[in-house]
């Protein structure tokens, strides 16, 4: 059963609904936080800097294309992996603002700290990575945990 695909297609939806949701509330809780300057003050200079090239690339060609597709922010090249690491790893983004809203309810009381409170974003990320390899199929435990995740955050 986990060979099949099965779960690839709503794994698949179920992951973007989850990125939409979880930059939102990033995106949300750092202009609350940091107000007009908070791409600067909530976000590591390295994701900035990556972020924006990708969208100045991006944008390059669409204008040279004579504007087929649409442009980007780089606010739309942040990707999961970029969202755990502005979550949990950047000033004090983790205590003041996100350990309340990103710990799962199940580990509040768990050792280890934001890494292991993180370890979700990071292995949503490493699934949503996978399912775009042809070959790759959603095992039923990796189903169930996006399962899980979903009924949490949406």
Known sequence: RDKEKGFNEESSI?????????????????FEYYGETWQYN?????????????ADD?????EKSGGIGQKITAWDCIDLSDCANIVANYGKNWSEIF?????????NKINGGKAVKIGWMKKLSNIEKNIMKPTYSVPLNDYNFIKEISVWLL
């Open 58 to 62: 991006h944008n390059y060609d669409y």
């Open 99 to 107: 350990e309340k809203i990103f710990t799962r309810p199940s580990e």
């Open 14 to 30: 179920m992951i973007r609904k989850l990125v939409v949701k979880i930059k939102d509330i990033i995106k949300k809780e750092l």
């Open 42 to 54: 909530g976000i590591p200079k390295s994701i900035y800097k990556k972020a924006n090239s990708e």
